[in-house]
């Protein structure tokens, strides 16, 4: 303990977006190579996956390969992080198993993602439990790695709420044990959450909705050109609004100044391009053909190492199954405190075996 460890992680529903991105993947490669962190851990949460895919098995085990390579295609190093598989983890599914007596039906009710995407996925009259109870089982993921720092984006808060809840509940029950995480945000407004290219309050691989960081420069400019924007921007000269605008939130993720000069020399920073879309007299597909430059230069290099990765599929799976032993190793660790706190150490607790036989055998 005293060490600062990271647990953070993905659902294989699909490739990885570049709402991932400015949400939490980029992030995490920063803090990666930044060498402030003793552990890190990366989750394809597969398990989780499952809790609302259990009728399509096929999509959760084929889309494994791909957050892998979108994972080390974006610079997230094996050397230097474990990546590993959630379901690969026995220990979590038993730390799970004891945390759910520490939480109440009312309380995983009232948190508002799982409401979101209740409503979202139509389960109002048939909630799968587990998916229900996924909050309590993301608790168990970064608890098991003593996770002190969980990047991800806005929509995971009240997941690290419920995890600091029953991490201060079992530790007052049981006695000091488990570490508290705190939650990393972006700490740009616009990767909190980004928009899809709809204008949604989400890019979300359920939605549909999503430019892929492996999608090709033609599929990322069609989708780009084809975004929504303001609503009542209908002429060039109409005055426009910034705000809400999905382009314009993608340029304040992605936009470096420096762009400017090479892509649309008109302006010398977003400001300057924002105001002129205000007063009006600024087109749409400028503004796109933009942010779709803006875009590619991001994505470009992603897109080059992911054709390398791809070349090593067995690879990629190797380090999956060599980070997810490192990651049992720690899950283990963290499930035999768990159970010698709580007391279920019954044979490893020689106390207990001398106690109970001097209730019958007083010379024992
Ligand atoms: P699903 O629809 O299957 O839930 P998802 O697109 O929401 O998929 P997750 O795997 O649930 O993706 O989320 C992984 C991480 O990416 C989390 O940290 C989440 O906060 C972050 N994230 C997902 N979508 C966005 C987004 N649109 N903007 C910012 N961060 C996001
Ligand atoms: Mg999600």
């Not at 953070?8 to 570049?18: E, I, N, Q, S």
């Not at 936009?255 to 010398?268: G, L, M, R, T, V």
């Not at 990629?316 to 660790?333: P, T």
Request: proline content about 5%; some cysteine.
């Amino acid at each position: 303990m005293g060490s600062n460890i990271i647990l953070t992680g993905d659902r294989p529903t699909g490739k990885l977006h570049v709402g991932h991105f400015v949400g939490s993947l980029r992030r995490r490669v920063e803090l990666q190579n930044s060498g402030e962190f003793d552990k890190i851990f990366i989750m394809i949460a597969d398990a989780q996956a499952l809790t609302d895919n259990a009728e399509n098995p096929g999509k959760v085990r084929d889309n494994i390969i791909e957050v892998a390579l979108d994972y080390l295609s974006c610079g997230l190093d094996p050397a230097k992080s474990t990546l590993f598989i959630q379901s690969q983890i026995p220990e979590l599914t038993e730390l799970c198993f004891y945390y759910m007596n520490l939480v109440t039906v009312s309380r995983l009710q009232r948190n508002p993602t799982v409401k979101a995407e209740i409503q979202m996925r139509n389960f109002e009259a048939s909630i799968p439990v587990g998916f229900f109870t996924y909050p309590i089982s993301q608790a168990a993921d970064i608890t098991a790695f003593d996770a002190t720092c969980v990047p991800v984006g806005e929509d995971q808060m009240p997941m690290l709420e419920q995890t600091q809840e029953i991490v201060h509940k079992f530790n007052s029950v049981y006695g000091e044990t488990l570490v508290s995480p705190k939650i990393l945000l972006p700490e740009n407004k616009a990767c909190l959450r980004l928009p899809g290219t709809d204008g949604k309050a989400k890019m979300s691989k359920s939605l549909g909705n999503c430019i892929y960081l492996s999608d090709t420069e033609a599929d990322v400019k069609k989708k780009v050109m084809a975004m929504f924007t303001d609503p009542t921007h209908l002429q060039v000269s109409d005055p426009g609004h910034v705000e809400g605008n999905p382009v314009f939130i993608y340029l304040d993720a992605f936009c470096k100044d420096e762009y400017f000069a090479e892509y649309c020399p008109d302006y010398s920073c977003l400001q300057e391009m924002k105001d002129h879309y205000t007063r009006g007299g600024l087109g749409d597909v400028k503004v796109k053909k933009f942010l779709n430059n803006v875009l590619q230069e991001t994505l470009n290099p992603i897109r080059t190492a992911r054709e390398e990765w791809q070349k090593d599929i067995p690879g990629v799976y190797e380090i999956l199954r060599k980070g997810s032993e490192v990651a049992e190793a720690a899950a283990a660790n963290t499930l035999d405190r768990v159970k010698n706190a709580m007391k279920i150490n019954y044979f490893s607790d020689e106390e207990l075996i001398k106690s109970q036989s001097l209730k019958y055998n007083a010379e024992a």
